[in-house]
């Protein structure tokens, strides 16, 4: 059997339909701003988000802290879940980047709420405080499993962070994933955020790339970061055509990989070596709890047997199905798995 890669849905590979729209995109100079495909990405990316302008940027991490710094002046704090991408797994870049101090909260779900926010808040008037001017939340939370934050919920987050002069950002490098679970467009999800960065190289599955949307002037200041962050590219279209192609052909068939990360959970959930609950599972990820600890092992076995997947902590792997595992690869990497999980 070919291994059946797991890991993340960063794996895939361009389909040959997007290498097309790659090899045949129009470029120009996109830090003097005038290659086309990437105004044609950003333009769309804006109209499908609902928001006045976007801007390409090489990753999500990029656009997360682009959009950190364009939001704070240094010295400021800023409120987000523990969980989040931005603190967990971007080198400390708030501080590093931005000189801000991040306030880690709680909230089930990896998903924060206003009562939490509240208890959070402080009056910076006190000279003792930071300025507090930025949330950012996550959507969907992928430290939790790609669950699907309710959009009421973001709409609370959004009604605090404006009753108390902050701004509000989204990481929705999983955007997609959540508008297609929801049956929503994206735009509906998004409207009450000053900036949102989406990714196209996960489950949309282009090659390299990411966005910020937001306004005109918020996205001028992410712009100015993209640059200062040595993000600026020059014929980028050849990129941007990957993303616009994923844009266009690969959001709808998320689903595909939705009823998959089921169709693996269902699969999973007799075995004995750990504990899987189907019902856990709303978008393209699969937790599965490993209750005697032995999730790196686990993983490591697993990848000899042909499925590569990933481990959280000691006690949670985590798999994640995309374009290149349909349901015959996960058919697959069930039977090569069963034999380990007894
Ligand atoms: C929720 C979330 N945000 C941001 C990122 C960062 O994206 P990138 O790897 O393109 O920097 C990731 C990457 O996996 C992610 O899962």
Redesign the pocket.
Known sequence: MRAVDLR?D?VTRPTPEMRRAMAEAEVGDDVWGDDPTVIELEAETARVLGKEAAVYVP????G?QASVRAHTRRGDEILLHRLA?VVM?EQGGVSALSGVQPKLLDGERGMLDVETLEAAWHDASDPHYARQSLVCV?NTV?EAGGLVVPPERIRAIAGFARDHGMRLHM?G??IWNAAVALGRPPADLVREVDSVSV?F??GLGAPVG?AVAGSAEVIAEVRRNRKLFGGGMRQAGIIAAGALHALRHHVERLADDHRNARRLAVGLSGAGRIEVDPAAVETNIVLARVPDGSAEALVGELGEAGVLAGWLDAHTVRFVTHLDSQEAAVDAALEAMAPLLR
Not at 59 to 62: A, F, K, L, N
Request: charged share 20%; aromatic share 0%; hydrophobic share 10%.
């Open positions: 993340s960063t990753s999500g991490t990029m997360n991408h797994h996550e992928g990481d490098a999983r990714c190289s996960k990411s």
